[in-house]
């Protein structure tokens, strides 16, 4: 999850029903769960503690049950100055206990080493990193994404996507043109399931094969 997901007066919300979820899970079930969530570089967190507010937001959101916190995107492209002292800051919280784990989401190989080699100089291991990766994404068997992917074996770095299913479009049956209601969403399936449909097939040939849904 992140602490952006959800708009406007919805901001957080995401993490507010994730949290209302765990709390009714039985005790042995949650030590089971390991949950991740993203803190967004917005402009105007700076500096050490430019996280401080939004992680203890998040935590309460989560009712406490934060294993992993993770840096949403990288700021090196148009704001160099910011994202290390961030980077800086979760390694404070987990220094100090609030959280056990440190991952990265949305960068590229040069800041994946950069910021794993600071982390490792005060001992603290980056665990994962976060890339968009689907049969739909644009960057599927790109240089980077191998790269990438090398990188994170080489480090013991999880890697781990996010939208694999491209916001849901590869599970959508091969003769289904089902439009979501949601106006963005809409947008997209517009788009992209009438060009996808061949490769929506060979998906549902291979789960039929294996007896299994799409």
């Not at 957080?12 to 570089?41: C, V, Y």
């Not at 982390?119 to 890339?131: E, H, T, W």
């Amino acid at each position: 999850t992140a602490d952006s997901y959800g708009t406007g007066f919805l901001n957080g919300r995401s993490e507010t029903l994730l949290g209302q979820f765990i709390e009714k899970l039985a005790p042995e079930k949650i030590q089971k769960i390991n949950i991740a969530t993203k803190l967004a570089p917005y402009p105007w967190r700076i500096g050490k503690k430019g996280f401080q507010k939004a992680f203890f937001a998040s935590r309460e959101r989560l009712k406490g049950h934060i294993t992993r916190v993770q840096l949403h995107w990288s700021t090196y492209k148009y704001a160099p100055w910011q994202e290390l002292p961030l980077i800086d800051n979760l390694a404070n919280l987990v220094e100090e206990g609030y959280v056990k784990e440190i991952g990265v989401s949305n960068i590229g190989p040069k800041r994946l080493i950069t910021i794993y080699e600071r982390l490792k100089k005060r001992g603290i291991p980056l665990k994962s990193l976060q890339v968009q990766f689907s049969l739909l994404s644009p960057q599927i068997g790109s240089a980077k994404i191998i790269t990438l992917h090398k990188l994170c074996n080489e480090l013991n770095i999880q890697f781990i996507a996010y939208s694999p299913l491209a916001l849901g479009i590869l599970a959508v049956a091969p003769n289904n043109n089902h439009l979501p209601e949601k106006f963005l969403r809409r947008r997209i399936f517009r788009q992209i399931l009438p060009a996808s449909k061949e490769l929506r097939k060979t998906l549902k040939n291979i789960a039929d094969e294996h007896q299994v849904s799409q």
